[in-house]
Nanobody, 122 residues
Framework: QVQLVESGGGLVQAGGSLRLSCAASERTLSTGWFRQAPGKEREFVSAITWSGGSIRYADSVKGRFTISRDNAKNTVNLQMNNLSPEDTAVYYC??????????????????WGQGTQVTVSS
């Protein structure tokens, strides 16, 4: 059973930045970030493969968010810049240990973290 622990959430003003981290208990071939705002469905944010050779972003975060990974630490990071109130949500890390390609659907990830709250004030 893969364990994922997110960290780095918090409260920030619009235009500010936050860096989320997802620490995995073992190697993950594909890792994604999703978010869920109150009353809304969980949506894809970004994903990266083990090699880092394949990365995907949602259109809403392109140019503002950057995903990266540190394989020595089994960690995936999400640098979020120029945040807006629309980015307010619980952010979840998700992973799979088979099939090292990028997935953008939450159903493709069997392992999930507990989530970390990101709140952006206007």
């Amino acid at each position: 059973q893969v364990q994922l622990v997110e960290s780095g959430g918090g409260l920030v003003q619009a235009g500010g930045s936050l860096r989320l981290s997802c620490a995995a208990s073992e190697r993950t071939l594909s890792t994604g970030w999703f978010r869920q705002a109150p009353g809304k469905e969980r949506e894809f944010v970004s994903a990266i493969t083990w090699s880092g050779g394949s990365i995907r972003y949602a259109d809403s975060v392109k140019g503002r968010f950057t995903i990266s990974r540190d394989n020595a630490k089994n960690t995936v990071n999400l640098q979020m810049n120029n945040l807006s109130p629309e980015d307010t949500a619980v952010y979840y890390c998700a992973a799979r240990i088979t099939s090292g390609v990028v997935y953008t659907t939450h159903k493709d990830y069997p392992y999930w973290g507990q989530g970390t709250q990101v709140t952006v004030s206007s």
